[in-house]
C-alpha cells in the first residue's frame, strides 16, 4: 500500500451557489488547520479562481469578524472549464505548485464532482455541503437551508398579513430549480393551502383553482400558494387564478434575498464542525470525502458513493404538509 501522503498546506474554495455558513465553514478550516501547525491557502471564485491562480495566504485574523456573515468571503464561481479533463489537470497542477496537497471544497453536488476529479489527479480533496438547497442525497443537513429556510419563512409571513388584510390569493415563489425542500418547509412552517415542488408531478391549476373556490366556502381569508422556482410561472399563474375565481391574486418572487443575510446558529454551529472535521479527515490521510450529518453524527462517505445516492422529498411530510392545509 503507497504511504499516506503528509499534508502541509491546506487549500479552501468555495464554488457554485453562495450559502450563509460558508464563512463559518472557511474561518473553521483556517483555525482547525493552523492550531495544528498547517499552512492556509484561500482560493477565489471556486474553481475558475483556482484555474486563474487566485490564491492567497490566510491567517487566523483573516477569518475574524466573518462568522456572522452571510455569502462567502471567498466569493465564489461556476466554472466551464473545470468540467473538462484539460481543466481538471490545469488545477491539479496548480495546487501542487501552490503546495496545496489536501483541498477543501464547500459547495453542492457539482462541486463535488470537481473534488472527485481533482483526488483522481492526485490532491487530497474533502467536500462540504454547503447550499440552500437541502438537495445533498448523503446528508440531512446542508450549509445555509436554515438560514433561507428562516428568511423565506418570515418574508412569507409578511405576504401573509396582507393577504389576510386583503383577502387573497398569494403565490410566493421560493428558490429550488430542482429540490423542492424549501417550499415544503415554508409550506408547513407558514401553513400554506397548496405546495408546488419540481418532485411532484400533480400539479393541476384546474385543481388548485376549485380548491380556492371550496376554500373560500370553509371560510378562508387567503390562500397561500407556496410555489418552488421553476415549477409553472409565478406571475401568469397569478392572473389565470384572479380571472378563474374572482379573488384577487398576486405573486411575490422572494429571489436571492433567501441566498443571503446573517447565518442562524444551527448554520454557523454545524459548518463550524463540518469545517474542522474536513481538516481532521485530511489530516488522517483521507481524501475524495464528503462530511455529512445522519441521525444525529457528523459522518463522511467516499464522494463516488455519495454522488451515486439519490433523496426525495419525504412522503409522510407532504401529505402532512396537505392535511394541515384544511
Ligand atoms: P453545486 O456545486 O452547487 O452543485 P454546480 O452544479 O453549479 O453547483 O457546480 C459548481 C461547479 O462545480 C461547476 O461550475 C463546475 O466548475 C464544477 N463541476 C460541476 N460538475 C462537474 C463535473 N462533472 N466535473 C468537474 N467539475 C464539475
Ligand atoms: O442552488 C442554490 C440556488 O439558489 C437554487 O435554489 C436556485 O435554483 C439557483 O441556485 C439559482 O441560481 P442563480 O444564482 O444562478 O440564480
Redesign the pocket.
Known amino acids: 500500500m503507497a504511504d499516506k501522503k503528509v499534508i502541509r498546506t491546506i487549500g479552501v474554495l468555495t464554488?457554485?451557489?453562495d450559502a450563509p455558513g460558508m464563512n463559518a465553514a472557511i474561518r473553521a478550516v483556517v483555525r482547525t488547520a493552523l492550531s495544528k501547525g498547517l499552512k492556509v491557502r484561500g482560493i477565489r471564485r471556486?474553481?475558475?479562481g483556482l484555474l486563474n491562480e487566485e490564491i492567497i495566504d490566510l491567517s487566523a485574523r483573516d477569518v475574524s469578524d466573518t462568522i456572522e456573515r452571510g455569502g462567502t468571503i471567498l466569493q465564489t464561481?461556476?466554472?466551464?472549464?473545470?468540467?473538462t479533463e484539460e481543466?481538471?489537470q490545469k488545477a491539479a497542477a496548480i495546487c501542487k505548485k501552490y503546495g496545496i496537497d489536501g483541498l477543501v471544497v464547500i459547495?453542492?453536488?457539482?462541486?463535488?464532482?470537481?473534488a472527485?476529479?481533482l483526488a483522481n489527479f492526485g490532491i487530497n480533496t474533502i467536500g462540504l455541503p454547503?447550499?440552500i438547497?437541502l438537495d445533498i442525497a448523503c446528508t440531512e443537513y446542508t450549509i445555509g437551508f436554515d438560514t433561507a429556510v428562516n428568511t423565506a419563512m418570515q418574508a412569507i409571513d409578511k405576504v401573509r398579513d396582507t393577504s389576510t388584510s386583503h383577502e387573497r390569493c398569494s403565490i410566493i415563489e421560493v428558490m429550488g430549480r430542482d429540490a423542492g425542500y424549501l417550499a415544503l418547509w415554508c409550506g408547513i412552517a407558514n401553513g400554506a393551502e397548496k405546495i408546488l415542488m419540481p418532485e411532484e408531478h400533480d400539479y393541476d391549476e384546474e385543481k388548485i383553482i376549485e380548491d380556492i373556490q371550496e376554500s373560500r366556502k370553509r371560510g378562508k381569508k387567503n390562500y397561500i400558494i407556496i410555489n418552488a422556482e421553476g415549477v409553472g410561472d409565478s406571475m401568469n399563474m397569478a392572473k389565470r387564478i384572479e380571472e378563474a375565481t374572482g379573488m384577487e391574486t398576486r405573486a411575490t418572487i422572494l429571489g436571492h434575498m433567501q441566498r443571503g443575510g446573517s447565518p442562524t446558529c444551527k448554520d454557523r454551529v454545524y459548518a463550524s464542525i463540518m469545517g474542522a472535521k474536513a481538516v481532521d479527515l485530511l489530516l488522517e490521510g483521507k481524501t475524495n470525502r464528503v462530511v455529512g450529518y445522519k441521525h444525529g453524527e457528523y459522518v463522511d462517505f467516499d464522494i463516488d458513493e455519495a454522488l451515486g445516492m439519490t433523496k426525495g422529498i419525504p412522503a409522510y411530510q407532504y401529505e402532512i404538509a396537505k392535511e394541515l392545509a384544511l
Request: hydrophobic letters at 20%; glycine letters at 32%.
Open positions: 464554488s457554485g451557489g471556486g474553481y475558475q464561481a461556476r466554472c466551464a472549464e473545470m468540467r481543466g481538471q459547495g453542492g453536488d457539482g462541486s463535488f464532482a470537481g472527485q476529479k454547503g447550499t438547497d
